[in-house]
């Protein structure tokens, strides 16, 4: 998110498998008036496969665990 803040130009797709975190993102993003925030939900294993989604993103981000 505070990627997205301070980058309002690019856009920024978040991704987990708690629907719950994602909707949080969502309101959060909403609240702040971000449109350069889309959210998907589902692991990224799951996502490599799909024909949609491969070769989409130039950089891809992990939080820590």
Known sequence: MPLAIT????????MDSTAKKLAFI?????????SNVKTLTGRAEE????SEYREMFDVGLARGV
């Open 47 to 50: 996502f490599s496969t799909k």
């Open 26 to 34: 969502d309101d959060s993003a909403k609240e702040l008036g971000l």
């Open 7 to 14: 980058l309002p130009s690019c856009n920024f797709t978040m």
